[in-house]
């Protein structure tokens, strides 16, 4: 059975700093490109950073770019996204997603809420 399970959220003051953790199992991991999306209320779900399975190459979106890091163990089958600076337009739930080809895995989501 195929499972992604993020965890890591929470509630956090802006300017703080959180790291998510994301474990897969029951799919070859290290074969898998990860990525991290988010959902905000009333909004689409966006692609926040990748980790791409061929050359290690890590993707940002322009808005956390400098702020978050998106790094994988490909040992014990986990991806971090570690987001500093936080601020209140990062208040969402945050997906972690495995892709191979025409494979797509999703886990359930951690909420993140960036409040004063």
């Known amino acids: 059975q195929v499972k992604l399970v993020e965890s890591g959220g929470g509630l956090v003051q802006p300017g703080g700093s959180l790291r998510l953790s994301c474990e897969g199992s029951?799919?070859?991991?290290?074969?898998?490109?990860m990525r991290w999306f988010r959902q905000a209320p009333g909004k689409e779900r966006s692609l926040v950073a990748s980790?791409?399975?061929?050359?290690?190459?890590?993707e940002y979106a322009g808005s956390v770019k400098g702020r978050f890091t998106i790094s994988r163990d490909n040992v014990n089958n986990i991806v971090y996204l570690q987001m500093n600076n936080l601020n209140l337009d990062d208040t969402a739930v945050y997906y972690c997603?495995?892709?191979?080809?025409?494979?797509?895995?999703w886990g359930q989501g951690t909420q993140v809420t960036v409040s004063s």
């Open positions: 997603n495995a892709v191979y080809g025409s494979l797509a895995y």
């Open positions: 029951g799919f070859t991991f290290s074969r898998f490109t």
């Open positions: 980790m791409l399975l061929i050359n290690g190459r890590r």
